[in-house]
């Protein structure tokens, strides 16, 4: 919860490469940990999410990794494709137990 | 299963004016939440529901704005007077009730003119 900074802001990568976002939170309650895509005019879609009892996370090409010590947390999708182009979120719940948004990353994945 | 629902889908209004978003969660999500979404950012939590009570309207600016969930199924959220600074996207969104997963409807795009 609180404050989640969210880096980069923008990400443009060749097709089948990887792509890394990164997000730093600050509250130390913090106990789950979803990531959204959200393509041009579509709703917020949930991707992969993590609870705090867990390092990493894979769902195919994607996956999740948490370092509950230095705060931050992490998208990785490798073998990128066109369709992956799209804003992701991260976001988190703390002590309030209320989704905090990131400020979001647009990926664009080139031929 | 159907996802969440919400109308309209786009509202153009002139300052001042009022307007009224409608949302209908996935059947059986007893926690509902409203979102604002402006351009170029990330959602940010307007207002949550636990059945037909609120749970956080911590950043509901109630001066202008309200909602309502009445019978713990359908709610709405209502601007009024709107100002420039109110366009954005208002998203809602569902859960099960003690789960964090929280599933989006398509938004409605408010333009205040």
């Known amino acids: 919860g609180e404050n989640v900074e969210q880096h980069p802001s923008t990400l443009s990568v060749q097709e089948g490469d990887s792509a890394v976002i990164k997000c730093t939170y600050s509250d130390s309650a913090s106990n789950y940990f979803p990531w959204y895509k959200q393509e041009l005019g579509k709703r917020p879609q949930l991707i992969i999410d993590?609870?705090?009892?867990?390092g990493e996370k894979k769902d195919q090409r994607i996956a999740v990794t948490l370092n509950k010590t230095a705060k931050h947390f992490s998208l990785h999708i490798t073998e990128t494709q066109p369709e992956d182009s799209a804003v992701y979120f991260c976001a988190n719940t703390g002590t309030a137990s209320k989704l905090t948004f990131g400020t979001g990353t647009r990926l664009q994945v080139t031929l | 299963e159907a996802g969440v629902a919400q109308s309209p889908r786009y509202k153009i209004i002139e300052k001042r004016q009022s307007v009224a978003f409608w949302c209908n969660p996935i059947?059986?999500?007893?926690?509902l939440y409203w979102y604002q979404q402006i351009l170029g950012q990330g959602p940010k939590l307007l207002i949550q529901?636990?059945?037909?009570?609120?749970?956080?309207d911590s950043q509901l600016p109630k001066d202008r704005f309200s909602a309502e969930r009445l019978k713990g199924v359908d709610s709405t959220l209502k601007i009024q007077p709107a100002k420039l600074e109110d366009s954005a996207v208002y998203l809602c969104?569902?859960?099960?009730?003690?789960?964090?997963?929280?599933?989006f409807g398509p938004g409605t795009r408010l333009t205040v003119t």
């Open positions: 059947s059986g999500h007893a926690t």
């Open positions: 969104a569902s859960s099960w009730t003690g789960t964090n997963e929280q599933y």
């Open positions: 529901f636990q059945n037909n009570g609120v749970v956080d």
């Open positions: 993590i609870r705090s009892n867990v």
